[in-house]
């Protein structure tokens, strides 16, 4: 304000060590005055209210010595005021000089005093010979300890300088000019345009504070991984572990024919509908299946085969070809079960090659089959991803989620094989005890639901579905009639949610815009 108003009155401040300190009648000379004064013109110049030059001076302060003979006076003074005038009582002597001003006055003083003719030997003792003296030393640092300098010159602080008592700082001092928005009042620029600004007009009048590129800033403490992609992880290192082969997942967007057809899920099936599916309107038709396996497969569906019966329901082409997100990563699953068995019969598939995984142990075990000659070989394959179905959205549902699959095919793998499977897997999630459901999918026969007892809620959970695949699914695909696969699925969430890792009850504090950062960043790195 003393800028703004000094600016005002003058038009320029030609030396900001004139200014007065307000609230004294003290020029702000020092070097800590201006630095004060410089803290004030970069803000009021960050502002654009002033502009200010700066320039460089030379001056000095006290050390501490200097500070202290500033304050009590220069040793010779101080040998100078504990002795006697002359006549006027006993004479002091050294050892008693030494008692009063201490060793070292008393040792640095008297040779000044002497020198300076202030004192004099009397017998034994010393006494003034003065009545009165000036202590140009305590003057002196004075006027440095409130100027920086002294009138008389260099000399005087080449000598206090060379006795240690001050030394040289570099300071600074300005020169300041009105800025482009100058004015005397200090009130702060906006810094938000806000709704009520927009809509009361007052954004036209309200000065803003500019914006300022040079800013720095926050730096992030460093990433974290989400607690779902930890827990990611870990399942994939357990199929891994077991020998199985990741399968691609990309395909967000699939057709009908891959998410259900191919899984002799019938085209009326009540999943398919919109209130649970989400379908593509751009754009609306999918690629055409592969022809041959596409004929197989709506030949089972309407009139059956394979020693099935099929549905009898009218096949719709359109149906099989609308494009929708994935309601399961079986979908994935079918397409690569195709692919495997197409590699069985020699045929190439999109020049890719594929990774199917070890075998089940199964093969080693039944005798005679290794030898086949159909060119079979058993597959373990597994997916972890994102799957879309269109739910209403609550603490335990979302419209999207992630689904960990496993598929194994091998010659006449049982239902015990799935069961022992399963027991595994979940036992290296650490969930010990598992029991299973008879349930239905339209693609397994059996089908089983995976139950887990959780120790915190006390109760067994549902914790996945599972089941043998039909043949009116694999058949068509062109497996030999003794291979058998087995699949199941698990959601990712669900594990990750319900205590068995995380302890969140809640959905939308692990997914989602409202998941605290904190959480994130604190998460357990292994829960298994
Ligand atoms: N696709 C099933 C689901 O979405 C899971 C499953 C996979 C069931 C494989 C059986 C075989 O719940």
Request: one cysteine or more; glycine letters at 8%.
């Amino acid at each position: 304000q003393l800028v703004l108003t000094t600016l005002d009155t003058h038009g320029t401040i030609a030396d900001t060590r004139a200014l007065t300190i307000p609230g004294t009648s003290q020029p702000a000379a020092s070097a800590d005055a201006q630095i004060i004064v410089l803290g004030a013109l970069n803000s009021l110049d960050s502002r654009q209210m002033i502009k200010y030059d700066a320039h460089e001076t030379l001056s000095h302060v006290l050390t501490p010595e200097g500070a202290h003979i500033a304050l009590e006076g220069s040793h010779e003074a101080r040998v100078w005021a504990a002795l006697p005038a002359k006549g006027d009582g006993e004479p002091v002597t050294p050892a008693q000089l030494k008692t009063l001003v201490g060793d070292e006055t008393a040792k640095i003083g008297q040779g000044r005093a002497f020198k300076n003719g202030w004192i004099a030997k009397e017998g034994n003792g010393l006494v003034k010979s003065k009545p009165a003296i000036e202590d140009t030393t305590q003057v002196e640092l004075r006027q440095v300890d409130s100027t920086g300098t002294l009138p008389s010159g260099d000399k005087g602080l080449a000598e206090l300088r060379k006795r240690k008592l001050i030394v040289q700082k570099k300071g600074q001092w300005f020169t300041v000019h009105k800025g482009p928005e100058f004015s005397t009042s200090t009130a702060k620029p906006e810094t938000d345009l806000t709704v009520d600004m927009l809509t009361s007009g007052q954004w036209k009048t309200s000065k803003f504070k500019k914006y300022n590129f040079e800013a720095e800033g926050i730096y992030p403490n460093g990433g974290a991984l989400h607690p779902l992609l930890k827990v990611r992880e870990e399942m994939r290192n357990i199929f891994l572990e077991m020998g199985f082969a990741e399968m691609p997942t990309s395909s967000f967007v699939e057709s009908g024919f891959w998410c259900f057809d191919a899984l002799f899920v019938p085209q009326q099936h009540p999943a398919r509908e919109m209130q649970d599916t989400f379908y593509l309107s751009d754009p609306v038709k999918s690629l055409h299946p592969p022809k041959d396996y596409y004929e197989r497969v709506s030949k089972v569906h309407e009139h059956g085969g394979y020693g099935s019966t099929g549905y009898h329901a009218p096949w719709s082409d359109a149906e099989s070809h609308k494009l929708l997100l994935r309601t399961h990563t079986t979908a994935s699953s079918a397409n690569m079960l195709y692919k495997l068995a197409a590699r069985c019969r020699g045929e190439q598939i999109e020049g890719e090659e594929y990774d199917f995984g070890g075998t089940s142990g199964r093969v080693e075990r039944k005798e005679g089959l290794e030898g086949a000659t159909d060119g079979f070989r058993p597959a373990k394959l597994f997916s972890i991803d994102r799957v879309f179905r269109n739910e209403t959205m609550d603490a335990t549902h979302l419209a999207e989620f992630h689904q960990v699959e496993g598929v194994v095919a091998d010659r006449g793998l049982t239902l015990a094989d799935l069961i022992g499977f399963m027991r595994v897997f979940f036992n290296k999630m650490g969930i010990k005890n598992v029991r299973f459901k008879p349930a239905y999918n339209p693609y397994t026969e059996p089908s089983l639901e995976i139950f887990a007892f959780h120790p915190m809620l006390n109760k067994w959970v549902e914790v996945g579905n599972s089941g043998m695949f039909r043949p009116e699914m694999l058949a068509p695909m062109g497996f030999p009639k003794d291979v058998h696969v087995h699949g199941w699925g698990i959601s990712l969430e669900r594990p990750t949610m319900i205590r068995l890792v995380y302890g969140i009850n809640n959905i939308r504090t692990l997914v989602g815009h409202k998941v605290p950062i904190e959480s994130v960043e604190k998460a357990p790195a292994v829960r298994f």
